[in-house]
């Protein structure tokens, strides 16, 4: 009973402590400490250099597109693998997407208090901000799918109501991130 117990135990730690990626990032990890050519025939050495060099260019692109904080802002990244970088990602990416809290973070030596109202402000405000814009986007999408219920429309209009959304989308989402996160934070950094 207590072996089954610590079984249970351990996987509800690691399902709180690890992102849902985490066999994903786990594979990537494995595949990633494979030594290269170790085991390859020689008469494949040359389309495997090929191969392997192409290989790269995908994965450091990946790599970097998970590694999206400034290596020379964050100093304790240095040696992290894949996997650590994405946990980091994964807390902190509600202060490293607005860029005032990240460089307070980062070149600003403010004390302790001033960062954990900073904190508290960005994530309140930024889950603000998600419902919001949640909210304004389904009534919008519920009153246009009322709007042309009965309406037959061609291809062309239909393009153009598809476009007409996407710019009001973009506009919406930068009008309410300005008003309900940006505002707050600013004021709260020049405080």
């Not at 992102?19 to 389309?47: C, E």
Request: positive net charge; proline residues 4%; hydrophobic residues 45%.
């Amino acid at each position: 009973v207590y072996y089954k117990m610590s079984i249970w135990e351990n996987l509800v730690r690691d399902a709180g402590e690890r992102p849902i990626l985490y066999p994903l990032f786990r594979v990537y990890g494995s595949f990633m400490n494979i030594k290269r050519y170790d085991s390859m025939p020689f008469y494949f050495a040359p389309t495997g250099a090929k191969v392997v060099a192409f290989e790269d260019s995908v994965i450091n692109y990946l790599d970097w597109l998970v590694d999206a904080h400034e290596d020379a802002r964050n100093t304790e990244d240095r040696n992290r693998n894949f996997y650590q970088r994405s946990c980091y990602m994964y807390k902190n990416w509600f202060r490293l997407q607005n860029e005032t809290v990240a460089n307070l973070m980062f070149d600003t030596k403010a004390p302790k208090p001033h960062y954990d109202r900073l904190n508290s402000i960005i994530s309140r405000r930024t889950s603000l901000y998600y419902a919001a814009t949640s909210g304004f986007h389904t009534f919008a999408f519920m009153y246009m799918a009322f709007f042309f219920r009965a309406r037959r429309i061609s291809m062309l209009p239909a393009l153009g109501v598809g476009a007409l959304y996407y710019i009001v989308f973009e506009n919406v989402n930068n009008i309410f991130y300005k008003l309900l996160v940006d505002r707050r934070v600013i004021g709260m950094a020049r405080a």
